[in-house]
């Protein structure tokens, strides 16, 4: 069983930057691969990036690439999404998830969720 926390979104402008951060609960954080999705008013939820269990692979859908970084410290139990050159189409609630199973780019498959965090582009 795994819970997840999402913080750090917000309200930024155009060009701006955020720090998304996920804190999970448990032991066995390591086993787990993490994604972080989004879901715009509207639309269907996406996988925005994701990363394997060791963090040694991820995947960016190509809307965020170059903009977006996922990294994770096993340590700490954390997965963070740093977003950068944000635009206002970025506005969504932002998800982390966890899965057993690291399958890069998959948006299914994921076990656990968080409860969200918004994040708002002005522009």
């Known amino acids: 069983q795994v819970q997840l926390v999402e913080s750090g979104g917000g309200l930024v402008q155009a060009g701006g930057s955020l720090r998304l951060s996920c804190a999970a609960s448990g032991r066995t954080f390591e086993t787990y691969a993490m994604g972080w999705f989004r879901q715009a008013p509207g639309k269907e939820r996406i996988v925005v990036a994701d990363?394997?269990?060791?963090?040694?692979?991820?995947y960016y859908t190509d809307s965020v690439q170059g903009r977006f970084t996922i990294s994770r410290d096993n340590a700490k139990n954390t997965v963070d999404l740093q977003m950068n050159s944000l635009k206002p189409e970025d506005t969504a609630v932002y998800y982390c998830?966890?899965?057993?199973?690291?399958?890069?780019?998959?948006?299914?498959?994921?076990?656990?969720w968080g409860q969200g965090t918004q994040v708002t582009v002005s522009s």
């Open positions: 990363i394997n269990e060791g963090g040694g692979h991820t």
């Open positions: 998830a966890a899965r057993s199973s690291y399958l890069r780019g998959s948006s299914s498959g994921y076990d656990y």
